[in-house]
């Protein structure tokens, strides 16, 4: 067992688990937030995405425990019925989904996604890696091919980040 | 999984010293390690953490060079702009690799150590020598779609899956190593992972609980840097056959050919002898044929990975063609 304290959605969160739990487990299992799915459980799907200290990453692949004081953001932590993120509302207005499983980490990774953009980081199909990064189809779907969508909703996926992504620029 | 112990380190010192002893394991972004250890595969008894001792900096060397500390992620890597600027063929390697979400946990010494992605070694009912000395290869005569065509031996056939490293071989990057006593080593990145050979159970050269601290990339290269990957899919994939490539062109000859391969071998594959032929003289499609013989000289298909053979032929010289050529 492993006392861990993890800043979630803002707010701390005490935990006490086996030195096993991966953060995803701890995050359904022991704190009750089940936004974030489970899909392939080995860094395959991305339906597990979260950000941690801004940054998304498989939450299935890491242990809580390697997490403690650090800064946690779920799909909860984005927005609430009611009081929709901007990526989130653009999910809605498109029909980013299908049957959901996939929309969660879908809306964490854009997120974050979205500000590596602002910060200009490349990607593999950026023409130049010392030019400004410009946020094209083609760019949004490799930059967000970490995240599988058993429905294949990706056309409306792609269209929700772009407009999310050109109201918020 | 299996019950293991868990210690985080504030510093490299710390962590070699907790590290040594039977069954340690570090675990960085855990990408690689936690895969393994929820099938099993891994059954470290203690975790070493080293996400906390720093290393997480990419520095300028004397030589001119630069440094990247073994916690630098994937992505902060990529993103860097001196690498960028001046190491393209490693920002694009390790862009072609994984997602982005898996870059963002993903560290350059993590990545080095990232093992095979042979389906027997992951499956605990079948035969397989890396796993298991001395049980056999399920992959010699089963499925080997994804495996060795060079440097194979009777006892494994498995390839060494990163991108990264190998765009660090065709830069001649080294590795600095940390051992117990605190006493550093530098191997070459190209001595660095190993052949099969009768140990396929050793990747690599690191002794048990030796810590990488660093990568060394030497001055810049001049010329045109290029990262060809392929692969069954267009992004989240591993790659079937890679080429990193560095050539430089003077007065329509190439002055200098730096390459090495991925998907062809259990290390990335750097053979000196192409980048002799190469040296000096004018591209032609004679001459990469040439380059592509020599490579090619001792491949050895294992049933379903025959195609790497020419497929291999043909990405080296499309990569040729590209990097010799008028550029658009
Ligand atoms: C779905 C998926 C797709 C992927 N696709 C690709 C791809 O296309 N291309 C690619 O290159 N990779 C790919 N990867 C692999 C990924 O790049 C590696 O998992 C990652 O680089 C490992 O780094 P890490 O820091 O997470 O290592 P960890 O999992 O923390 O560690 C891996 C091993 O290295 C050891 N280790 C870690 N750091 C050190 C150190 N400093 N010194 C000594 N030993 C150390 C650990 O003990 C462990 O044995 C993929 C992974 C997944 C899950
Ligand atoms: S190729 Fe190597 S890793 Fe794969 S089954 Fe054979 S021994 Fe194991
Ligand atoms: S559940 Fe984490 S990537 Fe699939
Ligand atoms: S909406 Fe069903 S998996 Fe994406």
């Given at each position: 067992m492993k006392d861990t304290t993890l800043r979630i959605n803002g707010e701390e969160r005490k935990l006490s688990a086996?030195?096993?739990?991966t953060l995803l487990d701890a995050l359904r299992n022991h704190l009750g937030l089940t936004g974030s799915k489970k899909g392939c459980d080995h860094g395959q799907c991305g339906a597990c995405t979260v950000m941690v200290n801004g940054r998304r990453i498989n939450?299935?692949?890491?242990?809580?425990?390697?997490?403690?004081?650090d800064e946690i953001t779920t799909v909860e932590g984005l927005g609430q019925p009611g009081n929709l993120s901007p990526l989130q509302a653009a999910f809605v207005k498109h029909d980013g989904f299908q049957c959901g499983y996939c929309t969660p980490g879908q809306i964490c990774s854009a997120t974050a996604m979205l500000q590596e953009v602002k910060d200009n980081w490349p990607s593999n199909v950026s023409e130049s890696l010392t030019g400004e990064a410009e946020l094209t189809p083609e760019e949004i779907s490799e930059r967000m091919s970490g995240n599988l969508c058993r429905c294949a909703a990706y056309p409306n996926i792609v269209n929700a980040i772009r407009e999310a992504a050109e109201a918020s620029s | 999984m299996r019950p293991f112990d868990y210690h985080r380190s504030e510093n490299a010192g710390d962590a070699v010293k907790a590290a040594a002893g039977d069954g340690a394991l570090f675990i960085a972004g855990g990408t690689n390690l936690l895969d393994l250890m929820k099938l099993d595969l891994m059954t470290p008894s203690r975790l070493v953490d080293?996400?906390?001792?720093?290393?997480?900096d990419v520095t300028q060397t004397e030589e001119g060079g630069l440094s990247i500390g073994a916690l630098v992620t994937n992505s902060d890597c990529a993103a860097d702009a001196r690498i960028r600027k001046d190491y393209e063929v490693l920002s694009r390697a390790i862009l072609a690799g994984a997602s982005g979400q898996l870059r963002n946990k993903a560290t350059t010494g993590g990545n080095l150590c990232q093992r095979t992605r042979c389906y027997y070694f992951y499956d605990p009912d079948m035969a397989c020598n890396k796993r298991k000395p001395g049980s056999g290869c399920s992959a010699i005569g089963g499925?080997?779609?994804?495996?060795?065509?060079?440097?194979?031996?009777d006892e494994c056939i498995a390839t060494y899956p990163g991108d990264m490293a190998v765009a660090m071989s065709a830069l001649d990057a080294e590795v600095v190593i940390e051992g117990e006593g605190g006493e550093t080593r530098t191997i070459p990145v190209r001595d660095f992972h190993r052949l099969p050979g009768d140990r396929p159970d050793q990747d690599n050269i690191l002794e048990p609980g030796e810590l990488i601290t660093h990568v060394t990339l030497p001055a810049p290269a001049k010329g045109r840097h290029i990262y060809r990957k392929v692969r069954d899919r267009a992004s989240y994939a591993f790659a079937l056959v890679s080429v990193a490539a560095i050539v430089e062109m003077d007065a329509g000859r190439i002055a200098s050919a730096s390459l090495a391969f991925g998907g062809l071998a259990h290390k990335p594959w750097h053979d000196p002898a192409i980048e002799d032929l190469l040296t000096g003289e004018a591209p032609s499609e004679a001459l990469f044929d040439k380059a592509a013989d020599i490579l090619l000289a001792d491949a050895k298909g294992q049933g379903q990975n025959d195609f790497k053979i020419p497929l291999a032929r043909r990405t080296l010289k499309a990569v040729l063609r590209e990097a010799t050529g008028e550029r658009s």
């Open positions: 086996d030195t096993r739990t939450s299935c692949l890491t242990l809580a425990c390697m997490h403690d004081g | 080293i996400n906390r001792i720093g290393l997480n499925a080997n779609r994804i495996h060795a065509i060079l440097g194979a031996s």
